[in-house]
């Protein structure tokens, strides 16, 4: 079965760092993979997806099929940037869910 | 607000009860998700409908049921509930049925404490 695996619970960076949330997965075929991101009272939402290749508030994630990871990174963190994000992975040709890591709460701080 | 909208909020009861969480979808969006995510636990998904019919099925037990009426609601019934249950409860939707799940929308979840 496909398993999401982020490492982290908690990350605390400083306002300016630079910020890399991991995200492992465990699956054979061609996943796709996403991030979500929970800001303090707001829903849970989509950040980015990997298919589109896009860079969102100056967050990137790259797959790296080799590694099976799917990291998020920003080059200088943001205060507005601390929530709780989740990575999360879909599978192609199947009923479409999918499976959540547990979540790292990113902490930005002066 | 067309968003996904999930009642109750917030609900306590006690061990052996049963309660009903309802979801709205999005407008427009056919397909439901459920899921549970408890304390230090990422979102664990339960089960899935699309228009009606079940789609998919993930760790969602027995004494758990769901149904998507034909208004495209849906409802989540959990019974003979036990301490461990207590869980904050996401429902999302989307407007698609299969392949990639794409971007789901979330509702604001319903927190349920059994005591």
């Known amino acids: 079965a496909q398993r999401v695996t982020q490492p982290e619970k908690l990350l605390s960076v400083f306002k300016g760092a630079p910020v890399e949330l991991k995200c492992n997965y465990s699956y054979s075929g061609s996943p796709e993979l996403f991030w979500y991101v929970q800001y303090s009272r707001q829903r849970l939402q989509l950040l980015l997806r990997?298919?589109s290749r896009e860079s969102i508030k100056g967050f990137t994630a790259d797959l790296n099929k080799g590694e099976t990871s799917f990291h998020l990174k920003k080059p200088f963190a943001q205060e507005e940037d601390s929530a709780m994000y989740y990575c999360?992975?879909?599978?192609?040709?199947?009923?479409?869910?999918?499976?959540f890591g547990t979540g790292t709460r990113l902490q930005v701080t002066l | 607000d067309s968003g996904v909208t999930q009642t109750p909020k917030h609900l306590i009861t006690a061990t052996g009860q049963r309660v009903t969480l309802r979801c709205s979808p999005r407008s427009g969006d056919l397909s439901v998700y459920w899921y549970q995510q408890s304390l230090d636990q990422g979102l664990q998904f339960l089960i899935q409908?699309?228009?009606?019919?079940?789609?998919a099925k993930g760790n969602i037990l027995e004494r758990f049921s769901a149904q998507q009426f034909p208004d495209l609601h849906s409802e989540l019934n959990l019974s003979s509930l036990e301490l461990g249950d207590s869980a904050l409860y996401f429902c999302?939707?989307?407007?698609?049925?299969?392949?990639?799940?794409?971007?789901?929308?979330f509702g604001e979840g319903s927190r349920l404490t059994v005591l």
């Open positions: 999360a992975l879909s599978l192609t040709g199947t009923a479409s869910k999918l499976t």
């Open positions: 990997h298919i």
């Open positions: 999302a939707s989307s407007p698609g049925q299969g392949g990639f799940a794409g971007e789901l929308f």
């Open positions: 409908y699309y228009n009606g019919e079940e789609r």
